[in-house]
């Protein structure tokens, strides 16, 4: 099956109050345990590279491996890329294929952010291209992206942003935060700050990122295993399963990825010191990609079935 856009995707979860979710992938095997769990599932599904895995597995190498899942799927999938620093990155991945794009202009002053998505959108429009951009800016680190601080997105620049540029998707800054350490003390989210971008854009899809939830249980598995992964903590899921019925329509989801799958491979290597075969590890590593992927869709994201 072709890759698809988000459009329709949106629309429907928009609707039907749940989200869609957003799998970065870096390696076959990430990709392969994404793609069971949406298969088992019956969901919808983006699958997203970052800057970061466009330089460790490079560009071709990802497209190329969605394309062998697009050959043993049904699934609608759309391609898209997470944080474009530029015009230039987002024009090739849309060259390359991707059939959704994020340009991010948050680092930048609000006209110039502004005026580097209106460039995106014009190109991407004409290739039948989606395009999300962000409006507010998230504290925490992944891949290149970091900041030290949250600027939370204002719901009066949110609408003349969208007005002005014509994207399709917005990412807002409402508490969420890149990387594993979230929150210093107790977990919020400003859902009166999303209720009102909401009302104001009807009908228009909100992005969240940096929504992972650090499942404890994973955490304490790699330290248990040698990792020194500390006091991580993510958001909660009932927070994040409240966000889709305030026209939340795309939860990125990364870290919690990393964590299963680091943590299973630490377990696995101490108890089997003399294995070397990347397959053995990797085998379980898979199955708790699959495993982590399908509690999200089931329980955080409200999306199975949805196809």
Known sequence: ?????????????YKEGYAVGAFNVNNMEIIQGIIQAATEEQAPLILQVSAGARKYAGQAYIRKLIEAALSESDLPIALHLDHGQDFDICKDCIDGGFTSVMIDGSHLSYEENIAVTKRV???????????????????????????????????EQAVDFVQRTGCDSLAIAIGTSHGAYKF??????DFARLE????????FPIVLHGASSV???????????????GSASGVPEDLLRKAATYGVCKINIDTDIRLAMTAVIRKYMAENPSHFDPRQYLTPARDAVKKMVQHKIRNVLGCSNKI
């Open 215 to 229: 499942p404890q249980e994973f955490v304490q598995m790699a330290n248990q295993y040698g990792g020194d992964i």
């Open 121 to 155: 959108v014009a190109y991407a429009h004409d290739r039948g291209v989606v395009v999300e951009a962000e409006l507010g800016r998230l504290a925490g680190v992944e891949d290149d992206v970091s900041s030290e601080h949250s600027i939370y997105t204002d719901p």
């Open 184 to 189: 210093a003390g107790e977990a919020k989210l």
């Open 1 to 13: 099956m072709p890759l698809t856009g988000t459009r329709e995707m949106f629309a429907r979860a």
């Open 196 to 203: 009102k971008i909401t009302n104001m854009l009807p009908d």
